[in-house]
């Protein structure tokens, strides 16, 4: 269903009715336009290490150009919103004067005017299932290769540096589920990654309330994971309502479901920094 058609200097075309609606929108009203966009894996390349992602050389320069000409630009993100600033290099970039990230799938708020995240008090059962996580781990045998990322309101378990790193993710979903459910949590599957995080909260919610929030007539929405899934649908419910949006997906071969739902698929970050920077100069 996506298409892969793009290239450097030109606007890319969805492969879809809906799609082509969307950036029609988009196009026609820049100043009622949200663009909203994942951060690992759209912005940033997926790296082993997650500490060590940053946002594309050419994200930044793309998105402060764009930012000015559209009602806002979001990043929505599984991450703190604090360390998506921090390794996108968002805070004090002229022309990003408006930008917010909406961290922890919506459930922290990082503005650039106020230049603070926002938050509510974080759900007991993740400190409950940070203290017994490890002793989880060693008792599957799942310890080895496989590592904890500490998320503040979430903790995830990654098993991308395992010897058979989809095996580990699939041996430990089920005992990983148990542990969440006991604590009142949820587990999110990504890409070789599992996150144990509060119910309640997701992208979708994140997007329809902000997008509802700003009064925007149009929306653009990219990622990459499982966990851009709810933002999709919730890009659905919006064109239901007459708002026309776009969805793509920052390519990748990991995750089909993504990219048979996307209107456009473009080749990773590179791409989707493509595309924003051909927005940008259709809007000139």
Same mark, same amino acid.
């Given at each position: ?34 663009? =909203?966009?994942?951060?690992?894996? /759209? #912005? &940033? +390349?997926? %790296? ?8 594309? *050389? @050419? =994200?930044?320069?793309?998105?402060? /150009? #764009? &930012? +000015?000409? %559209? ?8 991450? *703190? @919103? ?10 004090? %970039? ?191």
């Amino acid at each position: 269903m996506g298409s892969h058609a793009e290239s450097t200097d030109s606007m890319p075309t969805p492969a879809t009715p809906a799609g082509r609606d969307g950036l029609d929108a988009i196009l026609a009203r820049p100043a009622r336009a949200v663009i =909203a966009l994942d951060f690992d894996g /759209t #912005l &940033a +390349p997926i %790296v082993p290490d997650p500490e060590q992602a940053r946002a594309h *050389p @050419a =994200a930044v320069p793309a998105l402060a /150009t #764009l &930012a +000015p000409k %559209v009602a806002s630009v979001a990043v929505v993100t599984g991450r *703190p @919103a604090g360390v998506a600033v921090r390794h996108g290099g968002f805070a004090g %970039v002229p022309g990003l004067e408006h930008l917010v990230v909406l961290g922890h799938y919506g459930a922290e708020r990082w503005d650039a005017v106020s230049g603070t995240v926002n938050a509510p008090a974080p759900h007991p059962g993740v400190a409950a299932v940070r203290a017994e996580l490890p002793g989880c781990l060693d008792r599957i045998g799942a310890w080895q290769g496989t590592w904890i990322e500490e998320k503040g309101r979430a903790v995830a378990v990654h098993t991308r540096r395992a010897s058979d790193p989809q095996a580990a993710f699939e041996a430990l979903r089920e005992p990983l589920t148990d542990l969440a459910t006991r604590h009142g949590l949820i587990v999110e599957p990504g890409r070789m990654v599992l996150e144990l995080r509060p119910p309640g909260m997701d992208k979708g919610v994140a997007l329809l309330e902000y997008v509802r929030e700003i009064g925007a007539e149009s929306v653009l929405y990219a990622g990459d994971d499982l966990g851009d899934l709810p933002a999709f649908a919730a890009v659905d419910k919006l064109r239901s309502d007459g708002i026309p949006g776009l969805l793509v997906c920052s390519g990748s071969s990991e995750v089909a479901e993504l990219a048979d739902r996307a209107d456009l698929v473009v080749d990773g970050p590179p791409g989707v920094v493509r595309l924003l920077s051909a927005l940008a100069a259709r809007l000139d």
